[in-house]
């Protein structure tokens, strides 16, 4: 897009250079807000949610080996019992 807008600044006379930037200043602010408005984010922004969600996602499988390893320790009560719903068998 760049690109073609460039091409067209340089096709056009000499007289119309500030036309023509200020044609690319509105396409890309148009571009922007409708990048907004889709809710699109940037790369950097899904780099950063990306991290989270490893770490996070790192840190469940750790917990879940942890649950199973402490069900595994025969602590005395059953799995089942467990989710029953009795706050004794907890």
């Known amino acids: 897009m ?5 091409r067209l600044g340089a096709a056009l006379p000499e007289g119309l250079e500030n036309f023509a930037r200020d044609l690319r200043r509105n396409v890309h602010s148009t571009i922007g807000a ?3 408005r889709a ?4 790369r950097e922004e899904f ?3 990306s991290a989270v969600l490893n770490r996070t996602r790192a840190r469940l499988e750790a917990l879940e ?3 199973a390893a402490l ?3 025969g602590s005395g009560h059953s799995p089942e019992a467990r989710t029953s719903g009795d706050p004794s068998s907890i």
């Open 71 to 73: 069900e595994a320790g």
């Open 47 to 49: 780099e950063v949610q």
């Open 34 to 36: 409708v990048a907004r």
């Open 39 to 42: 809710e699109l984010v940037t």
């Open 2 to 6: 760049e690109d073609t807008l460039r």
């Open 65 to 67: 080996a942890r649950v």
